[in-house]
């Protein structure tokens, strides 16, 4: 069954703290997608990263960075010298490919997701 | 904006009444997903379509949903005789191909009295 732990339901930081937001996947399946997405206090999900489950190298864009390690079935997020502004719910995902279900899914399975506060 | 748009942004009804809700995707987008989000959880999937195909509904999807997309372009989600369990933050989002990135809409809040 497929399965997204976020085991940190809330962390508060001070601005320009480092942070890593964790989530540990489970699937039966070999080719997979993970992604992250923001939900700021507006409410509106946000796409921040899309990976497949081919791809280990980690990717950095400006102060976000993303940790893929298969062996630990982990997609770890770390925002570098947070902001105010990066305060919202972060949430990670999976979702299946074509290839080996054989059938269309692209739904996506979501963890229950990290509230983030970054304090001034 | 070329965003996915949900209408209404908030419904208050009371519980036994109709109500529908409809998603305008992002317009080149073939899949139109639904998903449904209560507080302090992550949205659960409810159903997708490809073009005007349903193609899986979840077993969150009692009777009194339904949910079309005429011609491949808009969809709507009915939800018949409301429940108060029926309130949440209903949510569709959109996707180019299967596995792209989704892009999500604002949402509509339900309430059911």
């Known amino acids: 069954a497929q399965k997204v732990t976020q085991a940190q339901t809330e962390i508060s930081v001070v601005e320009k703290e480092d942070v890593t937001l964790d989530c540990v996947y489970e699937?039966?399946?070999?080719?997979?997608?993970l992604f992250w997405y923001k939900q700021p206090p507006s409410g509106e999900l946000v796409f921040l990263i899309r990976r497949n489950s081919f791809d280990e190298q980690n990717e950095i864009s400006g102060r976000y960075s993303w940790n893929f390690q298969k062996s630990t079935s982990s997609f770890n997020f770390t925002i570098t010298a947070s902001q105010v502004v990066d305060s919202a719910v972060y949430f990670c995902?999976?979702?299946?490919?074509?290839?080996?279900?054989?059938?269309?899914?692209?739904?996506?399975?979501f963890g229950r997701g990290t509230q983030l506060t970054v304090w001034p | 904006d070329t965003g996915v748009s949900q209408d209404p942004r908030h419904k208050i009804t009371k519980r036994g009444q109709n109500v529908t809700f409809r998603c305008d995707p992002i317009s080149e987008h073939n899949r139109l997903y639904w998903y449904r989000q209560t507080l302090g959880q992550g949205p659960e999937f409810l159903t997708y379509f490809q073009n005007e195909a349903q193609l899986e509904k979840s077993r969150l999807l009692s009777d009194r949903f339904s949910a079309e997309r005429p011609k491949g372009s808009f969809s709507t989600l009915e939800i018949q005789r409301t429940e108060q369990g029926d309130s949440a933050m209903y949510l569709c989002?959109?996707?180019?191909?299967?596995?792209?990135?989704?892009?999500f809409g604002p949402g509509t809040r339900l309430t059911v009295l």
């Open positions: 989002a959109s996707s180019a191909d299967l596995n792209n990135e989704q892009f």
């Open positions: 995902a999976l979702s299946e490919s074509w290839a080996d279900r054989g059938s269309t899914l692209g739904r996506l399975y």
């Open positions: 699937t039966r399946d070999t080719t997979y997608y």
